[in-house]
């Protein structure tokens, strides 16, 4: 079993976040795709996730995991401390999500954004769908 990541590929800050993951991920658990591209609208639509959907997604057991519940379920397949982020899931998702949805909103004027998708090494390219 392994889980499936959307991310925005034009975000300056997604792009470092997979890289981020693919880093501390070596038992290359995730895949990746990014919203833009034909694979990840074929799993919006498959999952039934709002085409305008302003947030990573995390596909994993046959769920969609949205906002910041699918980088704190990220966290628990990450190599290092990381996996102890996974206990804030406790934390209750209405306080959450407003922060996540408070960064979401600035993180192209914060990070920037590409004019195109990342183009992933050709050892990185296995892990993109």
Known sequence: MSG???FDGICN???????F????????????ASIQSEEGQRLLKEYKIPA????VILIEGGQAYSESTAPLRVCRHLDGAWKLFYVLLAVPPFIRNFFYRLFAKSRYRLF????????????QRQRFL
Do not use: H, M, N, W
Not at 112 to 123: D, H, M, N, S, Y
């Open 52 to 55: 305008d959907v302003d947030s």
């Open 112 to 123: 920037g954004q590409k004019e195109a998708c990342l183009l992933p090494t050709a050892e």
């Open 21 to 32: 993951i693919i880093k501390r991920d070596k038992a290359a658990y995730f895949q990746f």
């Open 4 to 6: 499936i990541i959307l």
């Open 13 to 19: 800050f997604c792009d470092s976040s997979v890289q």
